[in-house]
């Protein structure tokens, strides 16, 4: 058995063992935790799991009614040692870690951190079981307290001193510090934050176990997240709505009649699954319904043709991203989710076709501008790789064929080049199977429904094609479909393509039926191109080997070898601090007797960031430039 068969445990839970321990027994912890894969040996009906370290020495955790261990007493062990034992603290290091929002709601609430789009492969939306709860009063947040301050600058401390870790030193001691901390601003009110510090320390368990979705990139960009947030909540000058909400709040909205644009599904690293299915109110107001609950990959598969919980419909999922819904007594976030209160009503409507309104507006706007709102609204709510916040963005396109591991196509209204990227690369899903497809058709023209990757390059991650309407070239969908094919549903065939072939295509000599004769030579890539690939490198490599590893990139000739060409590209100010960066790193003072007069990771986390806060905005400017 492996520890997949392990419940989740709360943060604080974890902390307090690893606290417990002392110091001799902290320096076999990774060893022990690594050790738990072969030791879990039952698992009864009521959810306990054993974890048998010697015929008389069995860890048993049981988790509680939200699905995890969220108490102390639900994780005994039967040495004579525990709780302050090894094997105690082990088990629970091995098991992953519960989100907030399910300790806090009983597990019906998850927000489903999304692959990744992520550190689980692409990345991905964060959405969340629909509220069961009454709408709760909105109210301006106030200035933050004290308590609030102190919570922060205990977890930038946490942050700082894991990031000077790094991956290679930052094993179950230095985790248990920035959960501890996280639990602390959970207790401060502080939720945004603990996210935050709880995406770092998945991050690490991943690149640690050498998880095969993640990526060093995105850990990266979760310090970033972390360190700025922390930085700005620890000042005291955050402005309100930087603590975030402690739970999701739900307003009145009325009567809300919504129309169906699309589905995906939700498959998290948590273990989650489920399905978003997109809306759109009929002033343009972009709307979501999901239904996210524990399953993984099959739940996130078969709830694309579960019912609707919403006010009694009828409908189902599917039947809802090709229909509609008049909703009464409705309940609204601030970010659009619906809500299912007890007083909601909800009737189905007939569906909107994309080329009729309020749909078609979508598609009408030119992609340089539906960018440039994409790209503010992903600087405001801090989204990197996951770009939920942003929206959806619609184009009508031309493919030109597969280009690496990407689609390339041409925008209809000029000459951008934009590439085409699974919204979700798991292999059982169809999204990477259905642009490979589309791909076989040079010369096709698509409307395409996505979202935009903010972290590459002119890129989309569709969610859904249809037909351009009037053009001959293009889908010959299904009547049922409605003009749309969800691509992490619907699987597109050949009948579904035309059999001509085009008149004239942007490719070289397609094959006779019209399909491609191989892949097409993508255009410049100014994000890739630019040299601040060498910073991004610099930081990941903090993040891998810590303050040890870019002191090492320091000396000799190698911070010649990359801040010479970020100055030659007139990239002057990230050279300067990347030079900061390296010689702080580097900066290591001790007294006569060799002991270190300021042991503080304080001075090297604050040059970091800069680094990193300053890349982060280089990249943006060179994304949005490469939309133009």
């Known amino acids: 058995m492996s520890t997949e068969l392990l419940p989740p445990v709360a943060p604080e839970v974890l902390a307090e063992a690893v606290e417990q321990l002392t110091a001799r027994l902290r320096k ?8 738990c894969a072969g030791r879990v040996t039952a698992a009864d009906e ?6 048998r370290f010697g015929e008389d020495t069995v860890v048993t955790l049981r988790p509680g009614p939200s699905g995890a261990v969220s108490t102390t007493e639900q994780a005994v062990c039967t040495c004579l040692l525990a709780p302050r034992c090894l094997h105690r603290a082990a088990a629970l290091g091995a098991a992953p870690i519960a989100d907030a929002d399910v300790l806090s709601a009983g597990g019906t609430d998850e927000e489903a951190a999304a692959p990744p789009p992520a550190s689980t492969g692409a990345a991905e939306p964060a959405p969340s079981a629909v509220s069961e709860d009454e709408p709760v009063p909105v109210t301006e947040e106030p200035a933050l307290t004290p308590a609030q301050v102190r919570a922060a600058s205990a977890l930038w401390d946490a942050a700082a001193e894991a990031l000077s870790a790094g991956v290679a030193a930052g094993g179950a001691v230095v985790q248990a510090e920035l959960l501890r901390a996280a639990h602390s601003a959970r207790l401060a009110g502080l939720p945004r934050a603990e996210a935050a510090a709880l995406r770092v320390v998945r991050g690490l368990r991943a690149a640690r176990d050498r998880g095969q979705g993640q990526r060093l990139g995105d850990l990266t960009d979760a310090f970033r997240e972390l360190l700025a947030g922390a930085v700005a909540l620890a000042s005291g000058t955050a402005g309100p709505g930087a603590a975030g909400g402690a739970r999701r709040a739900y307003e009145q909205g009325g009567s809300l009649r919504v129309h169906g644009l699309c589905r995906e599904p ?9 399905v978003t299915t997109h809306l759109l109110g009929a002033d343009g107001t972009a709307y979501t319904l999901s239904d996210v609950r524990p399953g993984g990959l099959g739940r996130a598969k078969g709830a694309g043709s579960a019912s609707v919980a919403l006010g009694g419909a009828v409908l189902d999922h599917a039947g809802l991203a090709r ?15 619906l809500g299912a209160g007890k007083g909601v009503r909800a009737t189905p409507l007939r569906g909107v076709d994309w ?13 340089h501008e539906a960018m440039a709102a994409a790209l503010a609204a992903g600087a405001e709510n801090g989204t990197g790789a996951d770009a939920a916040g942003a929206g959806l963005l619609g184009c009508d396109v031309e493919v030109l064929g597969a280009a690496g591991d990407h689609l390339l196509v041409r925008v209809l209204d000029g000459e951008t080049l934009v590439r085409l990227r699974p919204a979700h690369p798991h292999p059982e899903l169809p999204h990477a199977g259905n642009l490979r497809l589309i791909a076989t058709f040079p010369g096709l023209v698509l409307r395409v429904l996505g979202r935009p990757d903010l972290d590459r390059a002119a890129s989309l991650r569709p969610l859904a094609v249809g037909p351009v309407p009037g053009a001959s070239y293009t889908l010959r969908l299904p009547e049922e479909w409605r003009g749309r094919a969800d691509l992490g549903y619907d699987r597109l065939q050949g009948s ?13 000599a397609p094959a006779p039926d019209g399909r491609a004769s191989g892949p097409v030579t993508t255009g410049p890539d100014p994000l890739a191109d630019a040299p601040l690939w060498r910073v991004r490198r610099l930081l990941e490599t903090g993040v891998a080997g810590g303050r040890r590893a870019v002191a090492e990139a320091a000396r000799g000739t190698e911070t010649a070898g990359f801040t010479v060409p970020l100055r030659r590209a007139g990239l002057v100010g990230a050279a300067r601090l990347a030079q900061a960066l390296t010689a702080e790193a580097d900066r290591r003072p001790r007294d006569s007797f060799g002991r270190l007069i300021d042991p503080s990771a304080d001075g090297y986390a604050r040059a970091w960031l800069a680094s990193a806060v300053h890349l982060a905005v280089a990249e943006r400017s060179l994304v949005a430039a490469s939309w133009s």
């Open 28 to 35: 076999k912890l990774d060893a022990a935790i690594a050790d």
């Open 46 to 51: 009521g959810g306990a799991v054993e974890i």
């Open 266 to 274: 939700v498959l998290s690293a948590t273990g989650y699954g489920g």
């Open 323 to 337: 229909g509609g819904l008049l909703i009464a007594g409705a309940t609204v976030s601030a970010d659009g989710r």
């Open 355 to 367: 080329s009729e309104e309020p749909a078609a507006a979508l598609f009408a706007r030119p992609v």
């Open 496 to 508: 579904h393509f035309p059999r001509e072939a085009p008149a004239s295509a942007s490719t070289s």
